[in-house]
């Protein structure tokens, strides 16, 4: 197991696969995701890794969704499994350098929060 795998969560918010369920192009696609969605998702349960019917004619591409909402998208027509694997460890190398987001835990339950905001807050 490669240990970047563990760390998608924690780089990248989702992850889209669109490939074709029949033309040749795709074969390569499908054949890792059938090899490697188990184990992806083992370790990043929280995260979405979507398989998507991808266009006629299109080759199949990733798409990476970061935090803030920047997405990269990636042809992976033409790649055989070890060259997709290499590009979606650099996807994931990618969301390292990007920015984070982050907020303040909420304390408390809803209704304390709700009741712990100014009366006017909702009119």
Do not use: C, Q
Request: charged share 30%; glycine share 8%; hydrophobic share 35%.
């Amino acid at each position: 197991m490669a240990a970047w795998r563990a760390s998608i969560s924690k780089h990248v918010r989702e992850l889209r696969f669109l490939i074709s369920a029949s033309e040749e192009s795709s074969a390569a696609a499908r054949s890792y995701i059938k090899k490697n969605y188990d184990e992806l998702k083992m370790l990043n349960p929280k995260t979405p890794f979507l398989v998507r019917d991808g266009w006629p004619g299109k080759d199949p591409y990733i798409v990476a969704t970061y935090d803030w909402g920047k997405e990269v998208s990636k042809t992976i027509g033409g790649l055989d499994e070890k060259g997709i694997d290499a590009l979606l460890k650099g996807l994931v190398e990618e969301g390292k350098s990007l920015p984070k987001f982050t907020h303040p835990p909420l304390n408390g339950t809803p209704d304390a929060i709700v009741d712990a905001l100014p009366r006017d807050a909702f009119y």
